[in-house]
């Protein structure tokens, strides 16, 4: 059983007070799926251009994710993104994004994703996430996440295509927009009613709440010695969130048990994100072992039980 991400993959510019990077690989379907290849074998559906090197190819094969689905258009350049963070990168700038072969991108599912169980949707146009998830007819469990771009501009196909989903991850201020409530549990409340049974708000280094209908869950943030480069910090929490039930067999609709399963997952979220700010764009995910993440999950849950 595997899980189908679908997402950007990407060259991305990054500046924090920690350093500069010209160019390196990233995009969020990179992010999530490197991050949830820990827990449960990834199958990624993006498009780069011809100038996609063959490192970056190597590095997710090197963590047994499926390449089938990544188209390579020929002549075309791969997406590319510039980011510069705030000197407490608590926020970010975009002072670049060339969509390049990503504005032609409408996923078409090769033959042997179609079956699979799990799918995890990367923030792109809502209308293509819907198409997606169309073409896999045996679901468990879809989630996704979206930003405020397609919140503000998109939203009726936004409403749409989350009506189908299990769950959605976005952060506090996108909670705010989409429920038009800055009130967190007011605005849960209000999302849940749009179709998803579980959502996860995000709050940076403050951590994340899981919310279900009349249940929350808290997770604090984990407390890093050294941030270096938030990016990707919120894909790798959706791929350790997603890639841990996903390797646990864990579908809709949700027993009991299975809500216990999606605390856990949030902590591995967590986790996850926490080792991506360790290093520049996807470097932790070179040396980061399966032994790491446990040792932190255990670290969290030592530092949360009263
Ligand atoms: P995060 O820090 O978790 O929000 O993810 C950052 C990643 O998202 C970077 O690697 C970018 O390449 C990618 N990204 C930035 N803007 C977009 C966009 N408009 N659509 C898709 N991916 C994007």
């Given at each position: 059983m595997s899980l189908v991400v679908v997402g950007s993959v990407a060259y991305d510019g990054v500046e924090t007070p920690h350093g500069k990077v010209d160019r390196m690989l990233g995009g969020a379907a990179t992010y999530i799926s490197l991050a949830a290849s820990y827990f449960v074998p990834a199958k990624i559906v993006a498009v780069v251009g011809d100038d996609f090197a063959q490192e970056d190819f190597d590095l997710l094969a090197s963590r047994h994710v499926d390449l089938e689905g990544l188209d390579r258009v020929p002549g075309g350049r791969t997406f590319f993104w510039q980011g510069v963070y705030s000197a407490d990168m608590n926020d970010r700038a975009t002072l670049?994004?060339?969509?390049?072969?990503f504005a032609g991108f409408n996923p078409t599912l090769p033959e042997s994703y179609r079956q699979e169980p799990y799918l995890f949707l990367g923030n792109i146009q809502p209308s293509l996430q819907k198409s997606v998830r169309a073409q896999m007819p045996g679901l468990k469990l879809t989630g996704g996440d979206t930003m405020n771009y397609w919140i503000q501009d998109f939203r009726a196909q936004l409403l749409e295509t989350i009506r189908e989903w299990d769950f959605l991850l976005i952060n506090d201020s996108e909670a705010g927009l989409l429920s038009g409530e800055r009130n967190l549990r007011r605005a849960a409340a209000a999302i849940l009613?749009?179709?998803?049974?579980t959502l996860v708000i995000k709050r940076g280094e403050y951590g994340a709440i899981l919310f279900r209908r009349g249940m929350h869950f808290v997770a604090p943030g984990y407390l890093l010695e050294s941030l270096i480069d938030p990016t990707g910090a919120g894909d790798s929490f959706a791929g350790g969130f997603v890639g841990y039930l996903a390797g646990r067999g864990i579908g809709a609709p949700l027993a009991d048990a299975d809500v216990a399963e999606l605390r856990r997952a949030v902590i591995y979220g967590s986790v996850m994100g926490s080792f991506c700010?360790?290093?520049?764009?996807?470097?932790?995910?070179?040396?980061?072992?399966r032994d790491d993440i446990d040792a932190r999950y255990q670290e969290f849950a030592n530092c949360t039980t009263f």
């Amino acid at each position: 059983m595997s899980l189908v991400v679908v997402g950007s993959v990407a060259y991305d510019g990054v500046e924090t007070p920690h350093g500069k990077v010209d160019r390196m690989l990233g995009g969020a379907a990179t992010y999530i799926s490197l991050a949830a290849s820990y827990f449960v074998p990834a199958k990624i559906v993006a498009v780069v251009g011809d100038d996609f090197a063959q490192e970056d190819f190597d590095l997710l094969a090197s963590r047994h994710v499926d390449l089938e689905g990544l188209d390579r258009v020929p002549g075309g350049r791969t997406f590319f993104w510039q980011g510069v963070y705030s000197a407490d990168m608590n926020d970010r700038a975009t002072l670049r994004t060339d969509l390049n072969v990503f504005a032609g991108f409408n996923p078409t599912l090769p033959e042997s994703y179609r079956q699979e169980p799990y799918l995890f949707l990367g923030n792109i146009q809502p209308s293509l996430q819907k198409s997606v998830r169309a073409q896999m007819p045996g679901l468990k469990l879809t989630g996704g996440d979206t930003m405020n771009y397609w919140i503000q501009d998109f939203r009726a196909q936004l409403l749409e295509t989350i009506r189908e989903w299990d769950f959605l991850l976005i952060n506090d201020s996108e909670a705010g927009l989409l429920s038009g409530e800055r009130n967190l549990r007011r605005a849960a409340a209000a999302i849940l009613e749009m179709g998803p049974h579980t959502l996860v708000i995000k709050r940076g280094e403050y951590g994340a709440i899981l919310f279900r209908r009349g249940m929350h869950f808290v997770a604090p943030g984990y407390l890093l010695e050294s941030l270096i480069d938030p990016t990707g910090a919120g894909d790798s929490f959706a791929g350790g969130f997603v890639g841990y039930l996903a390797g646990r067999g864990i579908g809709a609709p949700l027993a009991d048990a299975d809500v216990a399963e999606l605390r856990r997952a949030v902590i591995y979220g967590s986790v996850m994100g926490s080792f991506c700010c360790e290093k520049f764009g996807v470097d932790r995910f070179r040396t980061l072992r399966r032994d790491d993440i446990d040792a932190r999950y255990q670290e969290f849950a030592n530092c949360t039980t009263f």
